[in-house]
């Protein structure tokens, strides 16, 4: 690992060190370099701010290794596997989910959006997806598609984390499958009723 990265990762785990026991809008960036040893100018050299920091954690920690291989295929087995390094961090992801504010929510919704619209992307490439589902929704449609789940995604998560995490990760992700292969079905009878009062 590079000098650089270490740094990084020095600095992540104080921050997570901290966080188990005072609530992250309270930790200052002082506090977190001193924790580890380093100064505030080296703080600032890796990152702009404290959620800097926290958006850096959440990418290296959980997103990345979760969902760099993310398929429609196994989008659930992904998230189910995000769902579990969240959980497994549960002193700091509580936390920080409930004291981080409107910032880091921006950021999930973002993030879970452009999933969202990869996937949706992925189904308008494929000649039989396109066909059945998707052929017939404007660019328009699919992105009030994208913001519709994205929001209903975070706001689960975002429940599921302050709430204590009581639903194991398998259960929530398999839930959230069922939620999109009912949706899928339900744009497919919708594009073969249109099918047959076209044919009427």
């Known amino acids: 690992m590079a000098e650089s990265a270490l740094t990084k990762r020095v600095i992540a785990d104080s921050l997570k ?3 188990r ?25 890796h990152f702009e701010d404290k959620y800097d920091l926290l958006k850096w954690i959440y990418y ?25 390094l969240v959980k497994e961090d549960k002193a700091f992801s509580v936390n920080t989910i409930k004291h981080a504010g409107e910032e880091m929510i921006h950021v999930f919704l973002r993030d879970t959006e452009k999933i969202f619209q990869n996937l949706l992307d992925f189904f308008r490439s494929q000649a039989d997806w396109g066909e059945r589902l998707l052929r017939v929704v404007s660019k328009e449609e699919q992105n009030f598609i994208t913001r519709f789940f994205a929001y209903g995604v975070c706001g689960i998560i975002t429940s599921w984390v302050t709430d204590g995490m009581k639903e194991e990760p398998r259960d929530l992700a398999g839930n959230m499958r069922v ?21 009427k």
């Open 60 to 84: 290296e920690d959980y997103y990345y290794p979760s969902l760099s291989d993310l398929t429609f295929d196994n989008w659930d087995k992904c998230a189910e596997k995000l769902l579990t």
């Open 21 to 45: 026991t005072k609530p992250f809008d309270k930790i200052s960036v002082g506090e977190i370099a001193k924790n580890c040893n380093v100064n505030r100018q080296t703080f600032y050299y």
């Open 17 to 19: 060190e901290l966080s």
């Open 179 to 199: 939620l999109l292969e009912s949706c899928k079905q339900i744009a497919f009878n919708r594009v073969m009723d249109e099918k047959e009062n076209e044919v």
